[in-house]
C-alpha cells in the first residue's frame, strides 16, 4: 500500500517561508519521479514541481524562483521549499507519485495560509 504523508504547512505572514515534508512509504521511492501539487479554495488541483528519480527539476513558470523541490532517497522523503510566501501562495499542498499506476494515492495533504 503507498502512503503519502505531507507536513509542515502553517500560518505564515506575506514574505515569509515554510518547508514541507511528505514522507513516501510503499514504493521504492528512489525509483520514481515526485510532484507537488496545490489546490486552492474553489479551484482545480495544480501542478507545482517536479522531480525525477536522478534529480532533475521541474517549475510552473510563476514559481520557479521562490519554490525548490528536492528529495532525500535515504529518507523517502520529498520537500519543497517555498520562499517569498504570497496570498495567493494558500493552499493545500499534495505530493504525488509520477507514474501512471501511482499517481491514483494520495496523502490528506497540507494546509499553506499566507495572511497578515
Known sequence: Q???VESGGGLVQ???????????SGIIF???AMTWYRQAPGK???LVARITSDGSRNYVDS???RFTISRDNGKNTLYLQMN????EDTAVY???VNSRHLSIYWGQGTQVT???
Do not use: A
Open 114 to 116: 499566507v495572511s497578515s
Open 2 to 4: 503507498v502512503q503519502l
Open 44 to 46: 482545480q488541483r495544480e
Open 84 to 87: 517569498t510566501l504570497q496570498p
Open 14 to 24: 506575506p514574505g515569509g517561508s515554510l518547508r514541507l515534508s511528505c514522507v513516501v
Open 94 to 96: 499534495y505530493c504525488n
Open 30 to 32: 528512489r525509483d520514481y
Open 63 to 65: 514559481l520557479e524562483g
